[in-house]
């Protein structure tokens, strides 16, 4: 079931290698389609990793199809996607300079047009919440935004998308954006950039930027 879904997903779990997001086994990308929802095994290698590997479980973490445990993280995603009516992708990694921010508990303010243009505002940090359970999602729901990017306490992020492309894009963004911020910010007081140019900029990007159906 779902063939063409599960390549496209294991496609989008080797750009998160490709770009340095993840190492090992670290790392998830999750795709809904109605009311199930396809995601990488626990625990499995990305060297290793093959379309036919990917579970397939309702909204409610029963297994639909597949011979693997669901990543640990399942119920993360799950209590998200039945919260989240736009929710289509998921994305966590525990990509290196957002995880720093998250370490150190503090959201990234809107320093340069890129995070203005893919985001349109800062990225927030969540409470602290252990891993395994629903109160990951709970936390994120309590802070999650229009970009639907969000740094969990102490652990990485979440990037919630629209699509499949939308979640990988923003989760290749938001490592870059939390880069170029990690430096800005070191030694230096950097103010942000005003929120009506934030505003304006974000709109445009959605609007005017590239050919067509921009995030
Ligand atoms: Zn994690």
Same mark, same amino acid.
């Given at each position: 079931m779902y063939e063409m879904e599960k390549q496209l997903l294991y496609e989008a779990h080797l750009t998160l290698e490709k770009y340095d997001l /993840?190492?090992?086994t670290s790392g998830n990308v999750s795709l809904r389609i109605k009311d199930h929802v396809i995601i990488k095994p626990s625990g499995v290698a990305y060297s290793v990793?093959?379309?036919?590997?990917m579970i397939i479980v309702d909204l409610y973490g029963? /297994?639909?199809?597949?011979n693997m445990k669901p990543s640990v993280d399942t119920a993360t995603h799950l209590y998200l996607y039945r919260n989240i009516e736009w929710a289509k992708s998921i994305i966590h990694t525990h990509s290196t300079f957002a995880t720093v921010f998250a370490v150190r508990e503090k959201c990234i303010p809107v320093l340069c047009t890129a995070h203005a243009d893919v985001f349109g505002e800062e990225i927030p940090v969540t409470e602290y919440a252990p891993v395994g359970s629903e109160a990951i999602g709970k936390a994120v729901l309590k802070v999650i935004g229009k970009s639907g990017t969000v740094l969990l306490r102490k652990h990485g992020v979440i990037v919630v998308g629209k699509s499949l492309d939308d979640a990988v894009k923003k989760a290749v963004f938001l490592e870059e954006i939390s880069k170029m911020s990690y430096f800005a910010m070191a030694n230096h007081h950097v103010e942000p950039l005003d929120p009506s140019e934030v505003d304006r900029l974000n709109k445009q990007y959605h609007t005017k930027y590239g050919q067509a159906n921009n995030l």
């Open positions: /993840v190492a090992y990793l093959k379309p036919s590997d029963n /297994v639909i199809e597949g």
